[in-house]
């Protein structure tokens, strides 16, 4: 049986790739984390040891949808943490 994709949580398509660091991500230690986090829906996670980053792709509402069969671009997403909460800001790269 074929699903409408309009139905699914990401019937919108609003998907994008980004980088965190481990250091920041690592145990959800960091108390940004959740609220940074909580803007996006994973849909794959990696560690790439190499750049000591995880790589994430994910659904957002910061990100612009994608047509069906394109890969999602990417973004940066910078995390500014002060007194009050955090903001983001998500640039496509």
């Known amino acids: 049986m074929a699903t409408d994709p309009d139905s699914t949580p990401f019937g919108d398509r609003k998907l994008g790739n980004f980088a965190m660091p481990i250091t920041w991500v690592e145990g959800m230690k960091n108390k940004h984390a959740e609220?940074?986090?909580?803007h996006f829906r994973i849909v794959r996670a990696e560690i790439d040891y190499a750049s000591q980053n995880i790589l994430y792709v994910a659904a957002s509402e910061f990100?612009?949808?994608?047509?069906?069969?394109?890969?999602?671009?990417?973004?940066?997403?910078m995390v500014d943490a002060d007194g009050e909460g955090v903001k983001l800001r998500v640039v496509k790269l």
């Open 63 to 77: 990100f612009d949808p994608i047509p069906p069969n394109e890969m999602a671009p990417s973004y940066q997403i």
């Open 35 to 38: 609220a940074v986090f909580k």
